[in-house]
């Protein structure tokens, strides 16, 4: 029998992909106000300067959907297409251990569940923003989420 943990994942993982059928305009509008809202003081303190004029891709393998985003004069943008210098890739649980804490990101590129291809400097420097991010950058809601769900995968 499964756990009512089991059972969430098991919904979570069916519902997950569907994303990739929302329209690409109404996935850029939610991505960009909630990464610019969420980041709005690294991004003040220059946090992501390492981005401007400079595309990264984040693929989400297993939920087949791919977002480019840089830094321009008003924050981070999302493209459906760019010429990526740096791809990082991975499944969705991975990507929310990371963003939750639940996992240690070296340990997360280390074994290879997270990959970063192209430009590693550029990789690299990501991976160590995203690490040096403290919690209290979020709202106490979203990073209350964002720990319950890691600790539930």
């Known amino acids: 029998m499964l756990s009512r943990k089991q059972w969430v994942l098991k919904g979570v993982d069916r519902v997950l992909p569907l994303i990739r059928r929302v329209p ?6 939610v991505l960009e106000q909630g ?6 003081e690294p991004l003040r303190d220059g946090g992501f300067d390492l981005l401007r004029g400079r595309w990264m891709c984040l693929r989400v393998a297993d939920l087949g959907v791919c977002w480019y985003l840089t830094l321009g004069r008003e924050g981070l943008r999302v493209a459906s297409k760019a010429a990526a210098e ?11 251990l990371l963003a939750s804490r639940q996992e240690d990101p070296d340990t997360l590129f280390f074994r290879r569940r997270l990959v970063i291809e192209g430009d590693t ?30 600790l539930a995968v």
């Open 24 to 29: 690409f305009a109404a996935q850029r509008l």
């Open 35 to 40: 990464l610019n809202r969420c980041l709005a």
């Open 86 to 96: 740096v791809t990082i890739s991975g499944n969705w649980r991975e990507f929310l």
């Open 121 to 150: 400097e550029l990789g690299l420097g990501l991976k160590n923003l995203i690490d040096s991010l403290d919690s209290d950058v979020l709202p106490g809601w979203l990073w209350w989420g964002l720990e319950r769900a890691g």
